[in-house]
């Protein structure tokens, strides 16, 4: 195929769309703010056309407007592309520590993100030849509540932000073992914060027992959470300091200054009785 060929294969089927795809190129082709005018001319659409389209993303915080009949690309783009940034790289940043961390203790580890009211599971460290039933699927995705690395990400939100998940989603439960009340995900979110360590307690899946630690970005904002996964009688308390130590690996390698340490072995041991018990 010649390029021409895949250049217009690759169009958007929506005129609109690439009207506004193609005046994105001429912002993004300049450091300083381009004049109406220009634009216009280099793009060969109307002046009117190109003013209603400008003002469409102007809304979105996709472009700025400086001054009156000028345009740059806004701050929006920057967030996200910041966003897009953070994920492709921990992904990349935490490949090489989960296989390392699989190595000690033979177990799948999960990498997710967040996304909504869910968890995304953004990569996998394990053996197709270990035989294991628990293994999260890449694109795959649960609810907060019923997960460990959920759990990471609800207890980094405020009481307010909590109660409003809550309302939203009505918490669901899986298993007889799932927390459907606030006040039960409430306890289990101030553990969470208290220790460093989220725990899934066959809340998603009977026979399944996971624990996770937060991994965070240069800002010290969580940006993803590391999980091991197990049969439920073979989660090892002596797990958790390792796993810590590999969120904090992984974020200082993200350029987080402040990642949290790993808990001492008896304040882990403390969560899991009170979680068991809970």
Request: charged residues 25%; contains cysteine.
């Given at each position: 195929?010649?390029?021409?060929?895949?250049?217009?294969?690759?169009?958007?089927?929506?005129?609109?769309?690439?009207?506004?795809?193609?005046?994105?190129d001429?912002?993004?082709?300049?450091?300083?703010?381009?004049?109406l005018?220009?634009?216009?001319?280099?793009?060969?659409?109307?002046?009117?056309?190109?003013?209603?389209?400008?003002?469409?993303?102007?809304?979105?915080?996709?472009?700025?407007?400086?001054?009156?009949?000028s345009?740059?690309?806004?701050?929006r783009?920057?967030?996200?592309?910041?966003?897009?940034k953070?994920?492709?790289?921990?992904?990349?940043?935490?490949?090489?520590?989960?296989?390392?961390?699989?190595?000690?203790?033979?177990?799948?580890?999960?990498?997710?993100?967040?996304?909504?009211?869910?968890?995304?599971?953004?990569?996998?460290?394990?053996?197709?030849?270990?035989?294991?039933?628990?293994?999260?699927?890449?694109?795959?995705?649960?609810?907060?509540?019923?997960?460990?690395?959920?759990?990471?990400?609800?207890a980094?939100?405020?009481?307010?932000?909590?109660?409003?998940?809550?309302?939203?989603?009505?918490?669901?439960?899986?298993?007889?073992?799932?927390?459907?009340q606030?006040?039960?995900?409430?306890?289990e979110?101030?553990?969470?914060?208290?220790?460093?360590?989220?725990?899934?307690n066959?809340?998603?899946?009977?026979?399944?027992?996971?624990?996770?630690?937060?991994?965070?970005?240069?800002?010290?904002?969580?940006?993803?959470?590391?999980?091991?996964?197990?049969?439920?009688?073979?989660?090892?308390?002596?797990?958790?300091?390792?796993?810590?130590?590999?969120?904090?690996?992984?974020?200082?390698?993200?350029?987080?200054?402040?990642?949290?340490?790993?808990?001492?072995?008896?304040?882990?041991?403390?969560?899991?009785?009170?979680?068991?018990?809970?």
């Amino acid at each position: 195929m010649k390029k021409d060929d895949l250049s217009a294969s690759a169009k958007p089927s929506v005129q609109v769309l690439e009207r506004m795809f193609t005046l994105i190129d001429v912002l993004a082709s300049r450091e300083e703010a381009v004049s109406l005018k220009e634009i216009s001319e280099r793009t060969g659409l109307h002046p009117s056309t190109t003013h209603r389209i400008l003002n469409d993303l102007a809304l979105g915080r996709f472009v700025d407007r400086p001054e009156s009949g000028s345009y740059r690309l806004g701050m929006r783009f920057l967030e996200l592309g910041n966003l897009v940034k953070a994920r492709l790289n921990v992904r990349e940043v935490a490949l090489t520590p989960m296989r390392q961390l699989y190595k000690q203790i033979q177990q799948p580890i999960s990498l997710s993100v967040r996304q909504g009211d869910e968890i995304v599971y953004v990569e996998r460290a394990y053996s197709e030849r270990s035989g294991m039933q628990v293994v999260r699927a890449i694109g795959g995705h649960a609810p907060l509540h019923l997960t460990s690395n959920g759990k990471l990400f609800l207890a980094a939100d405020d009481s307010q932000q909590v109660r409003a998940y809550a309302t939203r989603t009505g918490l669901p439960g899986k298993t007889h073992f799932s927390i459907t009340q606030l006040g039960e995900l409430e306890h289990e979110l101030a553990k969470v914060r208290q220790y460093g360590i989220a725990r899934d307690n066959e809340e998603l899946e009977l026979g399944v027992r996971c624990m996770a630690a937060g991994i965070y970005d240069d800002q010290g904002k969580l940006i993803a959470g590391l999980s091991i996964s197990a049969p439920a009688d073979r989660l090892d308390e002596s797990w958790a300091p390792r796993l810590q130590a590999t969120v904090q690996e992984i974020s200082s390698a993200l350029g987080c200054a402040s990642a949290r340490k790993p808990n001492t072995q008896p304040a882990a041991d403390t969560y899991s009785r009170s979680h068991q018990q809970g």
